[in-house]
């Protein structure tokens, strides 16, 4: 009977860890409100931004690529900012890791930066989106082989040479983009982050129900300029 017991208790501790995980993406959801924030210097320098150089708002989000709620923002969100904000010049878009699910998260965090890195920032959001793209919709989190070397070298091979594939992974196994994953994750344990996604708008946490309220501090930000 105990021997038994033991054995029902591993997958309740498992269901209870995968619905930790769901609570925690879910309560990060940038349409759920909590306290407000401004973070006087919020650092971008050097992050991969959608818009132009000299945009005067700046959209920041911290995400996480296992993340199906982050999936979500990009498909459903991030064209409705780059219709409304990015492609008329008012603002840019950056995209800044948070990468708190598992192991998944951080290979995936760091084999983006070496894409970023050797091959731009235009390459780094073709494989941004793509990797979102192929996040799978019945994503299990205490899986840690899904985002794999294998898989994130064969998806950048959708959109690059093989030369060019072989720079990226080269300087991921070099550990490379290291420093830049580290920056990142400093920088959003600074800011108290616990979730994704989590959106700042010139440096103030966008504390929002929907996408009006979001436009709503988006436009005050373009007025202030």
């Given amino acids: 009977m105990a021997s038994n017991k033991k054995k029902e208790r591993k997958p309740q501790k498992l269901i209870v860890w995968i619905v930790s995980i769901l609570v925690i993406c879910m309560t990060a959801l940038i349409f759920i409100s909590s306290s407000s924030s401004t973070v006087e210097a919020l650092n971008v320098e050097n992050q991969p931004y959608l818009g132009q150089d000299n945009a005067p708002v700046q959209i920041v989000e911290f995400g996480d690529y296992k993340c199906p709620i982050c999936k979500n923002f990009h498909e459903e969100f991030v064209p409705q900012i780059q219709r409304d904000y990015v492609e008329n010049g008012q603002a840019k878009f950056y995209f800044v890791n948070y990468s708190f699910i598992n192991v998944d998260s951080i290979r995936s965090a760091k084999f983006a930066e070496a894409v970023y890195k050797e091959l731009g920032n235009d390459v780094f959001w073709e494989f941004h989106h793509l990797l979102f793209e192929k996040q799978p919709e019945d994503l ?24 060019e594939a072989g720079k990226v992974v080269s300087a991921f196994y070099q550990k490379e983009s290291e420093a830049a994953w580290n920056e990142d994750m400093k920088q959003a344990n600074n800011l108290s982050i616990t979730g994704t996604p989590t959106l700042y708008v010139n440096g103030q946490k966008f504390e929002g129900n929907n996408y009006e309220d979001l436009k709503e501090i988006v436009e005050e930000a373009i007025e202030g300029e």
Avoid: A, P
């Fill in 140 to 163: 299990k989190y205490e899986r840690m082989d899904i985002f794999t070397e294998e898989f994130l070298e064969q998806t950048l091979k959708e959109i690059v040479t093989e030369e």
